[in-house]
């Protein structure tokens, strides 16, 4: 009980001088976020990291990412998003949670993206954003996303993604939601090498690089790795595919707080079967 009450002391404490969105960057972030510049490798999770990579969804497919920050339960990181393709466009949904009990953060979005030509793809996200302190605060406001990805070359993808470009206070306090702007950019190798980074830079943090690489070995099985700059930590994972499943076990590690292993499951749906001939009008 008494580690629980100063774990939130402290929480508070990060909170009341400036809001982080923790959610936001998981110590793995590079490892769900950095297929968002990959025409390949793109899955359910990628438009968590820039919207626009959700018109390159083909069937409907779900995703649940789940991170145990230095092994506390207190700084536990949860992710989870939906996303369906449809004539007019692809929609999606993403829920974030981190925190426990006596302090926590939490969003819930509505996507869509499509695109426009062959060359550019563009998104945009609505959020509900709410901190939660019991006996101390409860909080929320409503935030936008935008991203945008270049097809640049059929292997080469750059994007840019902009979280809360208007502002925006929360509903009970003076406090902004803070403002991020990341560029990023994918090179696909072939169609099992994929090699991707990112700069992320939001406001009152120092600038973060997320670089990364995924390789699919196998048919089967996946590999990715990377590094963030902001932490100074180091991300890994593997994966295997069977039917329309896959599961990665993942793992950062920093160097003064320790290992932060996670699990990410993906679902894809397959389209229904044509029972016309393709030349069908």
């Not at 007019?88 to 426009?116: D, I, M, P, T």
């Not at 060359?119 to 509900?128: A, D, P, R, S, T």
């Not at 403002?179 to 980074?197: E, K, L, P, Q, R």
């Not at 295997?240 to 292993?261: A, C, E, I, K, M």
Request: glycine share 10%; with cysteine.
């Amino acid at each position: 009980m008494k580690k629980n009450s100063c774990t939130a002391a402290l929480l508070l404490f990060a909170i009341s001088h400036c809001l982080s969105q923790s959610f936001r960057q998981p110590l793995s972030a590079g490892y769900i976020g950095l297929s968002a510049y990959s025409t390949r490798q793109a899955d359910a999770l990628s438009f968590i990291n820039n919207q626009a990579a959700l018109a390159q969804v083909k069937n409907i497919t779900a995703g649940v990412y789940g991170e145990r920050r230095f092994l506390l339960a207190a700084t536990s990181l949860y992710a989870a998003a939906v996303a369906v393709p449809t004539a007019n466009g692809n929609f999606g949904v993403a829920v974030h949670y981190s925190g426990f009990k006596n302090f926590n953060e939490s969003q819930a979005g509505l996507a869509y993206a499509r695109s426009v030509g062959k060359k550019l793809n563009v998104g945009i996200q609505f959020n509900y954003y709410n901190y939660n302190a019991p006996s101390y605060i409860n909080s929320s406001v409503i935030n936008v996303e935008i991203g945008t990805v270049f097809h640049l070359t059929d292997k080469l993808n750059l994007g840019l993604h902009v979280y809360n470009p208007v502002g925006g206070k929360f509903s009970k306090t003076d406090e902004k939601l803070n403002s991020a702007v990341t560029v990023g950019a994918g090179y696909d190798v072939n169609d099992h090498f994929f090699i991707g980074a990112e700069i992320v830079k939001e406001e009152k943090f120092p600038v973060n690089i997320n670089t990364g690489v995924q390789y699919q070995f196998m048919k089967q099985f996946f590999a990715r790795v990377g590094v963030a700059t902001a932490t100074s930590a180091g991300y890994a994972g593997f994966g295997v595919g069977w039917n329309n499943f896959r599961l990665d076990v993942t793992g950062s590690y920093h160097p003064q707080l320790g290992l932060s292993p996670g699990l990410l499951l993906i679902i894809n749906f397959e389209k229904p079967s044509k029972s016309a001939p393709d030349d069908t009008p």
